[in-house]
């Protein structure tokens, strides 16, 4: 059982994250879609509503492989607590390059027994943020191609529009 996880604050999911989800499942046996509860911005959206959200999503879409977690804490540890040997992360652009390199070098000196897998994204999602995502749909822009639609609706709640 290969199993990995794909960890972030998916505040909120979007569509660029789904598409890596997608990705990954056809490479492993189980992923684990792992949101930061304890990471350093301030989410919009709850730990426990970013999970809700995927899972809701997760349900309609019928993946049988993925299931969704919260976690606090290192990464590693967690990953190695959920016997996972890969760490997910997606690359969009060159821009991610250099942080995503530090953290992954970072991870391996922690644990050399979880690789982190990179993944990219369609090139439609190069450009994508959830932070993005955020600030269009409070600028009442339209945001629907960029996310599920139960995040759609979601969000028009949150900022009740
Ligand atoms: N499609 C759309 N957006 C994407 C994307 C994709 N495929 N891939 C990444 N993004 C976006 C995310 O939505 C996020 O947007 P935001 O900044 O507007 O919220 C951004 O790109 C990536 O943010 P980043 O900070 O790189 O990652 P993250 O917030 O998703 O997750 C953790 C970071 C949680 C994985 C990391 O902080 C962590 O591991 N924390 C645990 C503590 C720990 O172990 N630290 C040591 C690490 S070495």
Excluded: C, W
């Excluded at 350093?40 to 019928?62: N, Y």
């Excluded at 967690?78 to 997910?88: E, L, Q, S, Y």
């Excluded at 942080?99 to 690789?115: G, P, V």
């Amino acid at each position: 059982m290969r199993i990995a996880i794909y960890p972030g604050t998916f505040d909120p999911i979007t569509n660029g994250h789904l598409d890596i989800i997608e990705r990954a499942i056809q490479l492993f046996d189980k992923v684990i879609v792992t949101v930061a509860v304890n990471s350093s911005k301030t989410p919009m959206f709850t730990g426990e509503e970013r999970v809700e959200l995927i899972q809701s999503i997760l349900k309609q879409k019928r993946f049988k492989n993925v299931s969704v977690e919260r976690f606090n804490g290192l990464l590693v540890s967690f990953a190695k607590k959920k016997n996972a040997v890969a760490i997910i992360r997606g690359l969009r652009a060159i821009s991610d390059f250099e942080y995503e390199f530090q953290m992954a070098l970072m991870n391996r000196k922690q644990s050399n027994a979880i690789a982190t897998v990179f993944l990219m994204p369609h090139e439609k999602y190069t450009y994508l943020n959830s932070s993005i995502v955020r600030e269009i749909a409070r600028l009442d822009g339209n945001f629907k191609d960029f996310v599920h639609p139960i995040v759609f609706r979601a969000l028009k709640k949150k900022l009740s529009l």
